[in-house]
């Protein structure tokens, strides 16, 4: 009698311990699912937040210093210097051109704007020049060849040139290809081009290097040439 409930007991025991497992494990698996879609969730904000802030204005009133955030040439986020005319304005590249109630036209910006009543000359890809103090539309930039640009994405992030020609594929992205002023040709998708100028000449000042990518030899023989000058 008492080996058959010692018996019971043992295999009681194991049932729970297997059944408080099997538990623990959906648990354990439910948990790592929760923070996998918190941590997937938090790298797309992440992702919106770095791709919305593209050439905007930082202004610390207590230094009076006034910042555009730009790339350069390897991608990175720089902070460039303005003067308080230039702070007071920012380009937005136009994403979509919709109507609204009552036929309303109203068009979207990359970094989250909606602006009512835009003029009809302005099409997707354009650029606007915002009033940042109105909010209101100063005056646009076609997306036109011939115009400069800046590459906001892809390997040639940062770089800053002319609009040779856009390619149209069916069913592909389309590429844009482009020079800068010191003849060097590449090649990126429409979505990573940003027009800053009409012309040749860009609406905003561009950091050190006027977004002229160098190559690593010409990068060494700046080094030297500096550290020769230096001595």
Known sequence: MALSLTVAIYGFSKLSFTVFYQLGSL???????????????????????????????????KTNENFRLLYDTKGRFRLHSLRDEEAKFKLCKVRTIQFGQKGIPYLNTYDGRTIRYPDPLIKPNDTIKLDLETSKIVDFIKFDVGNVVMVTGGRNRGRVGVIKNREKHKGSFETVHIQDSQGHEFATRLGNVFTIGKGTKPWVSLPKGKGIKLTIIEEAKRRIAAAQAAA
């Open 27 to 61: 648990c354990l698996h439910v948990w790592h699912l929760q923070l996998d879609l918190h941590l997937y969730y938090g790298i797309l904000i992440l992702h919106w937040l770095l791709c919305s802030v593209d050439l905007d204005v930082v202004s610390i009133p």
